[in-house]
T-cell receptor, first 111, second 113 residues
Framework: GEDVEQSLFLSVREGDSSVINCTYT??????LYWYKQEPGAGLQLLTY?????DMKQDQRLTVLLNKKDKHLSLRIADTQTGDSAIYFC???????????FGKGTMLLVSP | DGGITQSPKYLFRKEGQNVTLSCEQN?????MYWYRQDPGQGLRLIYY???????QKGDIAEGYSVSREKKESFPLTVTSAQKNPTAFYLC????????????FGNGTRLTVT
């Protein structure tokens, strides 16, 4: 089945850029998503990208997709302490209605 | 405001008891989902339903049961057959069709002792 992998932890200083990486295995992935989870809460959809796109920008967030390498990244510019959370990458395969999630990357932003 | 409501936020049960977690949505979404989250394991799909009166097993359905009698509601029962029920449970919903993003509730933390 589909497998989505992420690094588990990232630490940055406030004001720096953060880059969270994700790899997936199935080339039939159609949409790829980034979700944010704050402590004790549910997941909040941050952004998503369709598989025929290379890049999507939304304010401080930039998503890059390399289909050849099956690699997805989320860049957060000017990272703030409020960005500290767990970030999940997820994808959905063509014809499927369910998402496959990575294990999540914990982002810690220090002042 | 439209959204997904999970209740209660925290739930405590003794081993051997069944317990039902509530999930209600007023987004008029057709599909609803239950996920389980354990530390370091990400989200694992328990059950999902794409239409009223129909549901499918996810990756870890053993020891759980669901019903979908109304579009707005998708309760999850954790039975005594579930070997490790202590976890954070997340409910989600989406519009019909593949590739629809999921909208999540705030979760229920279940502790079984």
């Amino acid at each position: 089945g589909e497998d989505v992998e992420q690094s588990l932890f990232l630490s940055v200083r406030e004001g720096d850029s953060s880059v969270i990486n994700c790899t997936y295995t199935d080339s039939s992935s159609t949409y790829l998503y980034w979700y944010k989870q704050e402590p004790g809460a549910g997941l909040q959809l941050l952004t998503y990208i369709f598989s025929n796109m290379d890049m999507k920008q939304d304010q401080r967030l930039t998503v890059l997709l390399n289909k050849k390498d099956k690699h997805l990244s989320l860049r957060i510019a000017d990272t703030q302490t409020g960005d500290s959370a767990i970030y999940f990458c997820a994808d959905t395969l063509s014809g499927y209605s369910t998402l496959t999630f990575g294990k999540g990357t914990m982002l810690l932003v220090s002042p | 405001d439209g959204g997904i409501t999970q209740s209660p936020k925290y739930l405590f049960r003794k081993e051997g008891q069944n317990v039902t977690l509530s999930c209600e949505q007023n987004l008029n979404h057709d599909a609803m989902y239950w996920y389980r989250q354990d530390p370091g394991q990400g989200l694992r799909l328990i059950y999902y339903s794409q239409i009223v009166n129909d549901f499918q097993k996810g990756d870890i359905a053993e020891g759980y049961s669901v019903s979908r009698e109304k579009k707005e509601s998708f309760p999850l029962t954790v039975t005594s057959a579930q070997k490790n029920p202590t976890a954070f449970y997340l409910c989600a919903s989406s519009t019909k069709g593949a590739n629809s993003p999921l909208h999540f509730g705030n979760g229920t933390r279940l502790t079984v002792t």
